[in-house]
């Protein structure tokens, strides 16, 4: 891969990314922070970026799902808190520090969702099929339909397969959010992308699989339910996601990584309580702890199956202290420090 191949990302960008900041300690690799590893689509590099961040600027979605808007401000307030922090290395540490991240700038939508939506794809699909991570800071979680459909769509998975199969490979999108997100409505919202890709490869003949983690029964309506029964949908309620259930939860991530040939991740944060994420668009009276979800993306990320990573639903305007924004911060910190590249994906064990 060389960093001409991520040149015609500018392409499906409306705003240049900005200028990263944080604490400086002094010069080399012992002071090293995020915001001093991170380049721009227009200052180039002579490296290849192990990922490139893309913020998707949108609550168009939010709005048309009766939520809290505010989700817009997303992408700036990831990149605040993500900057801060640190790339080290603990005793017997599996992370890898030694990054080199870069920020293509944000698709920033006002009415026309489905055009913003379309241009994320583009650009989830170009960096995807340059071998590198796409991590698209959110805005709220109708951000899930571009970057599906950019991975759904991408050489990568045609050729993420047994190497026999004429097939395109098993997709699976992993999901760890309080809501399903199967909604049925007239246009596109927040609360409708799951049901419009499970729908759209249904109607294709195409081989995917859509797996939740931390759903709330007391925040989706039997309707819900229902249709994620019809669309196959597997799901673990946010009850049996605590800290004692934690190896069968693992279980389940390793059963649903070995089924699958190319992983969309996915993370809305308002799977975490409301103590720890209070800034997002729907507030969780419940959640799953966030040492859970630390270790899901931990695992999903290094195992070499993973082609693209969202993050969806911080509001900003309702964060309190910066404190989910510091949290999300956390999580990217860990996929991206234990991220294998997909080529070193081993076969699937379908």
């Known amino acids: 891969m060389h960093q001409n191949d991520l040149c015609a990302l500018d392409r499906f960008i409306d705003r240049s990314a900005p200028t990263w900041s944080g604490r ?105 099929d340059a071998g590198v991570l796409p991590v698209v800071l959110g805005g709220g979680h109708e951000v899930a339909l571009g970057t599906y459909t950019g991975v759904a769509d991408s050489q990568a998975r045609k050729t993420a397969g047994s190497a026999t199969s004429q097939e395109l490979g098993r997709l699976g999108i992993l999901n760890l959010d309080a809501h399903f997100d199967l909604r049925r409505a007239a246009q596109p919202t927040s609360g409708t992308p799951f049901y419009q890709a499970l729908t759209r490869e249904r109607a294709a003949g195409t081989d995917c699989r859509y797996t939740v983690l931390g759903i709330s029964e007391a925040n989706n309506t039997q309707e819900l339910f229902d249709t994620a029964h019809e669309l196959e949908v597997d799901y673990v309620v946010d009850e049996d996601c605590g800290v004692l259930n934690q190896q069968a939860l693992l279980t389940t991530v390793q059963e649903f990584v070995a089924t699958v040939d190319i992983i969309y991740l996915t993370l809305d944060l308002d799977v975490l309580p409301a103590s720890i994420a209070p800034g997002v668009s729907a507030p969780a009276g419940y959640g799953v702890p966030l040492e859970i979800i630390n270790t899901v993306l931990k695992e999903v990320a290094a195992s070499g199956k993973l082609a693209a990573f969202d993050v969806a639903e911080l509001n900003p305007s309702f964060d309190i202290d910066g404190r989910t924004a510091k949290t999300a911060a956390r999580l990217i910190h860990t996929v991206l420090t234990h991220h294998t590249p997909l080529s070193s994906a081993a076969p699937s064990l379908r």
């Open 24 to 128: 400086d300690d002094g010069a080399g690799a012992a002071h090293r922070r995020v915001h001093q590893v991170v380049t721009s689509l227009e200052q180039g590099s002579s490296e290849t970026p192990d990922a490139v961040f893309m913020g998707f600027a949108s609550d168009e979605g939010v709005r048309r799902n009766a939520g809290r808007q505010g989700a817009a401000e997303g992408p700036a307030a990831l990149r605040s808190a993500l900057g801060q922090l640190a790339l080290a290395q603990g005793r017997n540490s599996s992370r890898n520090t030694d990054l080199a991240l870069l920020d293509a700038g944000d698709v920033v939508v006002s009415s026309d969702l489905e055009e913003g939506q379309m241009k994320l794809a583009a650009a989830v699909m170009t960096s995807v």
